[in-house]
């Protein structure tokens, strides 16, 4: 999975999932911008364990929900690194209620972080990236956006319009050889897991064909293969990682 003289940004790509992808593109041999709204120290440290590597890495702030911001983000990354290649859309957040409870603030900060960041990044690269002679688009997405899920109205909406985003760019960057793809993550052990009850953990360990919860890692290599030349001829897809649970 040969990334060398490949730039790559990874939006939230300090903690998390996005932690594990900023260094898998790093130790295949991309330059890679470590994207953080909040997590400074988290994105510096990263930026350490890469370079200790000799790899190239630099963290830079933004909102993605924001226009401005990610433009900065993106002028920033051609000014240092002169190209933009691999754009990972991973920047998330989850505020639940059940629709009767959720407040409209709760259904705006998501679609605009979780759909509209994902929509600025890519119109703020867009120019780069197309004439880059090699770009790779993609977005995380969720099972819960290809199943829906009580008490997410906000965050399955925001994940299904991603994948909506995703065919239609792929539409109209496919003729310039851009790729663009979504991953959908099923139940990844993370934080969000790490909250769920027994009985809850039974019940989706239940539902899920290969009986257990799946690692940052598995995500990151997926996204890391759909970065590379070895997924030239995927594009438009949504790939789900989640042991089975979507068949
Ligand atoms: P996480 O640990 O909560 O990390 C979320 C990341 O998003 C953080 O690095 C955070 O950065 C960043 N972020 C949030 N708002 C941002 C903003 N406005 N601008 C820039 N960055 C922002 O989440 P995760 O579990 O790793 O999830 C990563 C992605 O996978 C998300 O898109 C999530 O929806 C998706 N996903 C996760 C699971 C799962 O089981 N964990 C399942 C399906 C899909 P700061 O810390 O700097 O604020």
Not at 206 to 223: C, H, W
Request: proline share 1%; with cysteine; charged share 15%.
């Amino acid at each position: 999975m040969d990334l060398s003289n490949k730039v790559a940004i990874v939006t939230g790509g300090a903690s998390g999932i996005g932690y594990h992808i900023s260094l898998t593109l790093a130790k295949n041999g991309a330059s890679v911008v470590i994207n953080y709204n909040s997590s400074a120290e988290k994105a510096n440290q990263l930026v350490k364990e890469i370079n200790s590597f000799g790899g190239n890495a630099l963290a830079i702030q933004a909102d993605v929900s924001k226009f401005k911001d990610a433009q900065k983000l993106v002028d920033v990354t051609v000014e240092t690194f002169g190209t933009l290649n691999i754009l990972v859309n991973n920047a998330g957040i989850t505020a639940d209620n059940l629709i009767l409870r959720m407040s409209e603030e709760q259904f705006d900060s998501v679609v605009n972080t979780n759909l509209k960041g994902v929509w600025n990044m890519i119109k703020a690269s867009s120019k780069t990236i197309l004439k880059s002679g090699y770009g790779r688009i993609i977005n995380i997405s969720s099972v819960s956006g290809v199943l829906g899920n009580a008490g997410q109205s906000n965050y399955s909406a925001a994940k299904a319009g991603v994948l909506g985003l995703t065919k239609s760019i792929a539409k109209e960057f496919a003729s310039r050889g851009v790729t663009v793809n979504a991953v959908a993550p099923g139940f990844i052990e993370s934080d969000m897991t790490d909250k769920l009850n027994d009985t809850q953990k039974e019940t989706w360990l239940s539902k899920i064909p290969l009986g257990r919860f799946g690692t940052k890692q598995e995500i990151a290599d997926v996204v890391c293969f759909l970065a590379c030349p070895l997924g030239a001829y995927i594009t438009g897809h949504t790939l789900s990682v989640d042991g089975g649970l979507v068949m």
